[in-house]
Protein backbone atom coordinates (compact mmCIF):
# COMPACT_ATOMS: atom_id res chain seq x y z
CA UNK A 1 0.00 0.00 0.00
CA UNK A 2 1.01 3.29 -1.03
CA UNK A 3 0.66 7.39 -1.39
CA UNK A 4 2.06 10.03 -3.34
CA UNK A 5 3.56 12.70 -1.87
CA UNK A 6 5.58 15.89 -3.37
CA UNK A 7 9.66 15.95 -3.58
CA UNK A 8 12.50 17.47 -5.44
CA UNK A 9 14.20 14.94 -7.11
CA UNK A 10 17.84 15.24 -9.81
CA UNK A 11 17.84 12.69 -12.70
CA UNK A 12 20.87 12.51 -13.65
CA UNK A 13 24.44 13.65 -11.92
CA UNK A 14 24.28 16.95 -14.33
CA UNK A 15 20.74 17.51 -13.66
CA UNK A 16 19.34 20.85 -11.40
CA UNK A 17 16.81 19.33 -8.40
CA UNK A 18 13.37 19.60 -9.87
CA UNK A 19 9.71 19.13 -8.72
CA UNK A 20 8.39 15.89 -8.76
CA UNK A 21 5.92 12.96 -7.21
CA UNK A 22 7.60 9.79 -5.19
CA UNK A 23 5.49 7.02 -3.59
CA UNK A 24 5.92 6.18 0.17
CA UNK A 25 4.86 3.27 1.70
CA UNK A 26 1.83 3.77 4.11
CA UNK A 27 2.61 3.49 7.61
CA UNK A 28 2.95 -0.56 9.12
CA UNK A 29 2.69 -1.56 12.15
CA UNK A 30 6.12 -0.18 13.43
CA UNK A 31 6.13 2.94 11.37
CA UNK A 32 5.28 6.60 11.64
CA UNK A 33 4.55 9.34 9.20
CA UNK A 34 5.87 12.30 9.52
CA UNK A 35 4.65 15.75 8.16
CA UNK A 36 8.49 17.17 6.85
CA UNK A 37 8.74 21.30 8.29
CA UNK A 38 12.34 21.48 7.88
CA UNK A 39 15.25 20.08 6.21
CA UNK A 40 18.30 21.04 6.46
CA UNK A 41 21.16 20.98 2.97
CA UNK A 42 23.96 18.72 3.61
CA UNK A 43 27.21 18.66 1.66
CA UNK A 44 26.24 15.14 1.31
CA UNK A 45 23.50 15.74 -0.50
CA UNK A 46 25.46 17.33 -3.13
CA UNK A 47 28.19 14.80 -3.28
CA UNK A 48 25.34 12.17 -4.16
CA UNK A 49 23.29 14.19 -6.21
CA UNK A 50 26.47 14.38 -8.28
CA UNK A 51 27.55 11.24 -7.98
CA UNK A 52 30.81 12.28 -6.41
CA UNK A 53 30.41 9.60 -4.07
CA UNK A 54 30.58 7.21 -7.41
CA UNK A 55 33.05 4.82 -6.04
CA UNK A 56 31.58 3.95 -2.31
CA UNK A 57 28.44 4.81 -2.91
CA UNK A 58 27.03 5.06 -6.58
CA UNK A 59 23.87 7.43 -7.05
CA UNK A 60 20.73 5.65 -8.10
CA UNK A 61 18.58 8.11 -10.18
CA UNK A 62 16.23 9.82 -9.47
CA UNK A 63 17.85 10.84 -6.15
CA UNK A 64 15.68 12.82 -3.74
CA UNK A 65 18.41 13.91 -1.14
CA UNK A 66 18.07 15.31 2.54
CA UNK A 67 18.33 13.63 5.46
CA UNK A 68 18.10 16.35 8.43
CA UNK A 69 14.43 15.85 8.87
CA UNK A 70 12.32 17.43 11.20
CA UNK A 71 8.42 17.79 11.35
CA UNK A 72 5.21 16.32 12.60
CA UNK A 73 3.81 13.52 13.16
CA UNK A 74 0.65 12.55 11.19
CA UNK A 75 0.13 9.07 11.51
CA UNK A 76 1.09 6.16 13.36
CA UNK A 77 1.19 2.32 12.92
CA UNK A 78 -0.35 0.29 15.96
CA UNK A 79 1.97 -1.06 17.42
CA UNK A 80 4.11 2.36 17.92
CA UNK A 81 4.70 3.50 21.36
CA UNK A 82 6.72 6.38 21.70
CA UNK A 83 4.45 8.61 19.24
CA UNK A 84 1.33 9.81 18.12
CA UNK A 85 -0.25 12.18 16.21
CA UNK A 86 0.90 15.80 16.62
CA UNK A 87 4.37 15.43 18.24
CA UNK A 88 7.57 16.69 16.54
CA UNK A 89 9.31 14.34 14.91
CA UNK A 90 13.09 14.26 13.13
CA UNK A 91 14.72 12.16 11.10
CA UNK A 92 18.63 11.80 10.27
CA UNK A 93 20.67 9.73 8.23
CA UNK A 94 19.72 6.40 9.17
CA UNK A 95 16.33 4.83 8.86
CA UNK A 96 16.47 1.34 8.86
CA UNK A 97 19.71 -1.67 10.04
CA UNK A 98 19.81 -4.79 10.91
CA UNK A 99 18.87 -4.64 14.27
CA UNK A 100 20.69 -7.57 15.47
CA UNK A 101 24.44 -7.22 15.03
CA UNK A 102 26.60 -6.26 17.84
CA UNK A 103 26.80 -2.75 16.34
CA UNK A 104 23.17 -2.63 16.41
CA UNK A 105 22.61 -4.00 19.87
CA UNK A 106 25.33 -1.26 21.18
CA UNK A 107 23.56 1.48 19.94
CA UNK A 108 25.67 2.08 17.09
CA UNK A 109 23.48 1.82 14.23
CA UNK A 110 25.20 4.03 12.11
CA UNK A 111 28.44 1.25 11.78
CA UNK A 112 26.14 -1.47 11.06
CA UNK A 113 26.76 -3.59 7.83
CA UNK A 114 23.36 -3.54 6.60
CA UNK A 115 22.36 -0.06 7.54
CA UNK A 116 19.88 1.74 5.77
CA UNK A 117 20.31 5.16 4.76
CA UNK A 118 17.72 7.76 4.50
CA UNK A 119 18.08 8.27 0.82
CA UNK A 120 20.21 6.20 -1.72
CA UNK A 121 20.09 2.87 -0.25
CA UNK A 122 17.88 0.20 -1.41
CA UNK A 123 14.19 0.24 -0.03
CA UNK A 124 12.85 -3.35 1.57
CA UNK A 125 9.55 -2.38 1.68
CA UNK A 126 8.74 -0.67 -1.86
CA UNK A 127 12.21 -2.13 -3.67
CA UNK A 128 14.19 0.64 -5.87
CA UNK A 129 15.97 3.05 -3.49
CA UNK A 130 15.47 5.12 -0.53
CA UNK A 131 13.50 8.82 -0.91
CA UNK A 132 15.13 11.71 1.10
CA UNK A 133 13.93 14.65 2.87
CA UNK A 134 13.30 16.98 -0.17
CA UNK A 135 9.63 15.80 0.27
CA UNK A 136 5.89 16.86 1.74
CA UNK A 137 6.52 13.95 4.05
CA UNK A 138 8.65 10.70 4.99
CA UNK A 139 7.56 7.11 6.60
CA UNK A 140 10.20 5.32 9.09
CA UNK A 141 10.40 2.57 11.94
CA UNK A 142 9.74 4.24 14.93
CA UNK A 143 12.85 3.24 16.39
CA UNK A 144 14.83 5.42 13.81
CA UNK A 145 12.55 8.32 14.94
CA UNK A 146 14.05 11.35 17.37
CA UNK A 147 12.33 13.40 19.61
CA UNK A 148 12.89 17.18 19.40
CA UNK A 149 13.41 19.16 22.07
CA UNK A 150 9.94 21.66 22.38
CA UNK A 151 12.60 25.00 23.10
CA UNK A 152 14.34 24.82 20.00
CA UNK A 153 13.51 26.19 16.43
CA UNK A 154 12.80 23.93 14.26
CA UNK A 155 14.88 25.07 10.85
CA UNK A 156 18.00 25.47 13.21
CA UNK A 157 17.28 21.87 14.56
CA UNK A 158 16.65 20.26 11.49
CA UNK A 159 20.67 20.34 10.53
CA UNK A 160 21.55 18.71 13.90
CA UNK A 161 20.27 15.43 12.61
CA UNK A 162 23.52 15.28 10.30
CA UNK A 163 25.77 18.12 11.32
CA UNK A 164 25.00 17.96 14.82
CA UNK A 165 25.26 14.20 15.89
CA UNK A 166 28.60 13.92 12.95
CA UNK A 167 30.56 16.49 15.22
CA UNK A 168 28.86 15.62 18.50
CA UNK A 169 29.97 12.05 18.48
CA UNK A 170 33.83 11.54 17.85
CA UNK A 171 34.20 14.56 20.54
CA UNK A 172 32.35 12.89 23.13
CA UNK A 173 34.33 9.26 21.82
CA UNK A 174 37.23 10.93 22.49
CA UNK A 175 36.64 12.63 25.67
CA UNK A 176 36.73 16.24 24.75
CA UNK A 177 36.07 18.31 27.71
CA UNK A 178 37.35 21.43 29.79
CA UNK A 179 41.01 21.96 29.45
CA UNK A 180 41.35 20.10 26.08
CA UNK A 181 42.95 22.18 23.03
CA UNK A 182 40.60 21.65 20.22
CA UNK A 183 41.03 22.26 16.16
CA UNK A 184 37.88 22.53 13.78
CA UNK A 185 38.99 22.69 10.18
CA UNK A 186 36.21 23.95 7.75
CA UNK A 187 33.67 26.43 8.86
CA UNK A 188 30.90 25.20 7.11
CA UNK A 189 27.56 23.60 8.16
CA UNK A 190 29.73 20.58 9.77
CA UNK A 191 31.94 22.71 11.40
CA UNK A 192 30.09 25.58 12.73
CA UNK A 193 28.15 23.48 14.92
CA UNK A 194 31.55 21.14 15.79
CA UNK A 195 32.56 24.72 16.88
CA UNK A 196 29.78 24.96 19.26
CA UNK A 197 30.01 21.65 21.29
CA UNK A 198 33.03 21.92 21.57
CA UNK A 199 32.63 25.33 22.95
CA UNK A 200 29.94 23.90 25.11
CA UNK A 201 31.90 21.22 26.51
CA UNK A 202 34.67 23.55 27.77
CA UNK A 203 37.65 23.06 25.16
CA UNK A 204 40.26 25.76 23.76
CA UNK A 205 38.64 26.29 20.39
CA UNK A 206 40.71 26.89 17.70
CA UNK A 207 38.76 27.34 13.99
CA UNK A 208 41.01 26.79 11.10
CA UNK A 209 38.96 28.03 8.01
CA UNK A 210 40.47 29.03 4.58
CA UNK A 211 37.44 32.18 4.41
CA UNK A 212 39.47 35.09 6.20
CA UNK A 213 36.00 36.97 6.03
CA UNK A 214 34.56 34.02 8.47
CA UNK A 215 37.19 35.12 11.50
CA UNK A 216 34.23 36.82 13.12
CA UNK A 217 31.21 34.87 12.80
CA UNK A 218 33.91 32.05 14.00
CA UNK A 219 34.54 34.07 17.23
CA UNK A 220 30.47 34.66 17.67
CA UNK A 221 30.03 30.92 17.38
CA UNK A 222 32.36 30.15 19.81
CA UNK A 223 35.98 30.18 18.60
CA UNK A 224 38.82 31.26 21.00
CA UNK A 225 41.14 32.05 18.14
CA UNK A 226 40.76 31.59 14.48
CA UNK A 227 43.65 31.39 12.03
CA UNK A 228 43.47 31.69 8.34
CA UNK A 229 45.24 28.56 7.43
CA UNK A 230 46.43 29.84 3.83
CA UNK A 231 49.26 31.25 6.47
CA UNK A 232 51.68 29.30 7.02
CA UNK A 233 52.92 31.60 9.80
CA UNK A 234 50.33 31.68 11.88
CA UNK A 235 49.76 27.79 11.38
CA UNK A 236 53.39 27.09 12.48
CA UNK A 237 51.97 28.97 15.93
CA UNK A 238 49.73 26.50 16.85
CA UNK A 239 52.62 23.08 16.17
CA UNK A 240 52.46 20.07 18.23
CA UNK A 241 49.75 21.86 20.51
CA UNK A 242 46.36 20.46 19.63
CA UNK A 243 44.64 17.13 21.87
CA UNK A 244 41.99 16.75 18.87
CA UNK A 245 41.38 18.25 15.37
CA UNK A 246 38.29 17.41 13.65
CA UNK A 247 38.32 17.65 9.84
CA UNK A 248 35.21 18.99 8.58
CA UNK A 249 36.78 19.98 4.72
CA UNK A 250 34.41 19.06 1.68
CA UNK A 251 37.32 19.29 -0.76
CA UNK A 252 40.48 17.39 -1.05
CA UNK A 253 43.14 19.68 1.19
CA UNK A 254 46.78 18.48 3.00
CA UNK A 255 46.14 16.91 6.10
CA UNK A 256 49.48 16.83 7.09
CA UNK A 257 49.67 20.35 7.58
CA UNK A 258 47.13 19.42 10.53
CA UNK A 259 48.84 16.15 11.77
CA UNK A 260 51.36 18.52 12.81
CA UNK A 261 49.71 20.60 15.18
CA UNK A 262 48.70 17.74 17.18
CA UNK A 263 50.47 17.28 20.11
CA UNK A 264 51.76 13.75 21.72
CA UNK A 265 48.95 11.48 21.21
CA UNK A 266 47.05 13.90 19.64
CA UNK A 267 44.00 12.78 17.02
CA UNK A 268 42.91 14.27 13.83
CA UNK A 269 39.65 12.70 13.10
CA UNK A 270 37.93 12.97 9.82
CA UNK A 271 33.94 13.82 9.39
CA UNK A 272 34.43 15.36 6.12
CA UNK A 273 34.22 12.79 3.03
CA UNK A 274 35.93 14.39 -0.23
CA UNK A 275 35.72 11.97 -2.76
CA UNK A 276 40.01 11.53 -3.26
CA UNK A 277 41.99 10.10 -1.20
CA UNK A 278 44.15 12.20 0.92
CA UNK A 279 47.88 11.43 1.41
CA UNK A 280 49.35 10.92 4.36
CA UNK A 281 52.72 11.64 6.08
CA UNK A 282 54.06 8.68 7.62
CA UNK A 283 56.21 11.52 9.59
CA UNK A 284 53.54 13.17 10.60
CA UNK A 285 52.27 10.26 12.73
CA UNK A 286 55.24 8.71 14.13
CA UNK A 287 56.74 11.63 15.51
CA UNK A 288 54.17 12.18 18.06
CA UNK A 289 52.48 9.00 18.41
CA UNK A 290 49.54 10.50 16.42
CA UNK A 291 46.06 9.01 15.64
CA UNK A 292 44.23 9.76 12.42
CA UNK A 293 40.70 8.14 12.75
CA UNK A 294 37.30 8.48 11.25
CA UNK A 295 33.39 8.96 12.17
CA UNK A 296 30.19 8.33 10.61
CA UNK A 297 27.44 10.41 11.89
CA UNK A 298 26.14 8.80 15.11
CA UNK A 299 23.77 5.77 17.12
CA UNK A 300 20.27 6.28 17.65
CA UNK A 301 20.78 6.83 21.26
CA UNK A 302 23.37 8.92 20.97
CA UNK A 303 21.60 11.15 18.34
CA UNK A 304 19.11 11.55 20.98
CA UNK A 305 21.52 12.48 23.54
CA UNK A 306 22.28 15.15 21.15
CA UNK A 307 19.27 16.35 20.98
CA UNK A 308 18.21 16.83 24.20
CA UNK A 309 21.64 18.26 25.52
CA UNK A 310 20.91 21.02 22.39
CA UNK A 311 17.84 21.50 24.11
CA UNK A 312 19.58 22.01 27.41
CA UNK A 313 22.05 24.21 26.19
CA UNK A 314 19.69 25.50 23.74
CA UNK A 315 21.58 24.79 20.64
CA UNK A 316 20.50 24.75 17.24
CA UNK A 317 22.73 25.56 13.74
CA UNK A 318 23.16 28.93 12.28
CA UNK A 319 20.52 28.94 9.54
CA UNK A 320 19.81 30.64 6.27
CA UNK A 321 16.19 29.40 5.36
CA UNK A 322 15.02 29.18 1.66
CA UNK A 323 11.97 27.70 -0.27
CA UNK A 324 12.69 24.38 -2.16
CA UNK A 325 12.63 26.89 -5.34
CA UNK A 326 16.01 27.85 -4.17
CA UNK A 327 17.61 24.69 -3.72
CA UNK A 328 20.07 24.52 -7.08
CA UNK A 329 20.94 28.09 -6.11
CA UNK A 330 21.73 27.00 -2.19
CA UNK A 331 23.98 24.62 -4.32
CA UNK A 332 25.82 26.46 -5.82
CA UNK A 333 26.55 28.78 -2.82
CA UNK A 334 27.76 26.05 -0.71
CA UNK A 335 30.26 24.32 -3.32
CA UNK A 336 31.46 28.15 -2.85
CA UNK A 337 32.00 27.75 0.67
CA UNK A 338 29.36 30.43 0.94
CA UNK A 339 26.59 29.36 3.17
CA UNK A 340 25.97 30.42 7.14
CA UNK A 341 26.07 28.22 7.90
CA UNK A 342 23.65 25.73 7.05
CA UNK A 343 20.77 25.96 4.76
CA UNK A 344 17.36 24.98 5.85
CA UNK A 345 14.55 24.14 3.13
CA UNK A 346 11.33 25.48 4.59
CA UNK A 347 8.93 22.54 3.72
CA UNK A 348 5.63 25.02 3.24
CA UNK A 349 7.53 26.17 -0.17
CA UNK A 350 6.66 22.74 -2.07
CA UNK A 351 2.64 22.85 -1.64
CA UNK A 352 3.01 25.36 -4.25
CA UNK A 353 4.50 23.17 -6.45
P1 LIG B 1 30.06 22.61 3.90
O1 LIG B 1 28.98 23.30 4.66
O2 LIG B 1 30.17 22.82 2.44
O3 LIG B 1 31.44 22.98 4.63
C1 LIG B 1 32.68 22.55 4.13
C2 LIG B 1 33.74 23.62 4.48
O4 LIG B 1 35.00 23.09 4.11
C3 LIG B 1 33.60 24.91 3.73
O5 LIG B 1 32.69 25.81 4.28
C4 LIG B 1 35.03 25.44 3.79
O6 LIG B 1 35.28 26.06 5.05
C5 LIG B 1 35.88 24.17 3.73
N1 LIG B 1 36.37 23.91 2.38
C6 LIG B 1 35.63 23.73 1.25
N2 LIG B 1 36.43 23.51 0.20
C7 LIG B 1 37.71 23.55 0.67
C8 LIG B 1 39.00 23.37 0.08
N3 LIG B 1 39.13 23.13 -1.25
N4 LIG B 1 40.10 23.47 0.87
C9 LIG B 1 39.97 23.72 2.17
N5 LIG B 1 38.79 23.90 2.80
C10 LIG B 1 37.68 23.81 2.05
O7 LIG B 1 29.95 21.03 4.07
P2 LIG B 1 29.34 20.17 5.30
O8 LIG B 1 27.90 19.91 5.02
O9 LIG B 1 29.76 20.76 6.56
O10 LIG B 1 30.09 18.78 5.06
C11 LIG B 1 31.49 18.71 5.14
C12 LIG B 1 31.97 17.33 4.69
O11 LIG B 1 31.55 16.36 5.65
C13 LIG B 1 31.38 16.87 3.36
O12 LIG B 1 32.37 16.14 2.64
C14 LIG B 1 30.26 15.94 3.78
O13 LIG B 1 29.92 14.99 2.81
C15 LIG B 1 30.89 15.29 4.98
N6 LIG B 1 29.94 14.70 5.93
C16 LIG B 1 30.37 13.60 6.61
C17 LIG B 1 29.56 13.03 7.57
C18 LIG B 1 30.05 11.87 8.38
O14 LIG B 1 29.24 11.19 8.98
N7 LIG B 1 31.34 11.63 8.43
C19 LIG B 1 28.31 13.57 7.83
C20 LIG B 1 27.91 14.69 7.12
C21 LIG B 1 28.73 15.26 6.19
P3 LIG B 1 36.17 27.41 5.18
O15 LIG B 1 35.47 28.42 4.31
O16 LIG B 1 36.08 27.71 6.63
O17 LIG B 1 37.55 27.05 4.73
ZN1 LIG C 1 24.72 14.97 6.18
Known sequence: ???????????????????????????????????????????????????????????????????????????????????????????????????????????????????????????????????????????????????????????????????????????????ITKGKKVGVVGLGGLGHMGVKFAHAFGAHVVVFTTSPKKKEDALRLGADEVVVSRNADEMKKHAGSFDFILDAVSAGHDINAYLNLLGLDGNLTLVGAPAKPLGVSAFGLIMGRRNLSGSNIGGIPETQEMLDFCGAHNITADVEVIPIQKVNEAYERVVKSDVKYRFSIDMASLKSE
Open 1 to 175: MMYNTKAYSATSAASPLASTTIARRDPTEHDVQIEILFCGICHSDLHSVRNEWSEFLPTVYPIVPGHEIVGRVTKVGSAVTKYKPGDLAAVGCLVDSDRTCPRCKAGLENFCPNLTLTFNSPDKHLGGVTYGGYSDSIVVDEHFVLRVPSNLDLAGAAPLLCAGVTTYSPMRHWG
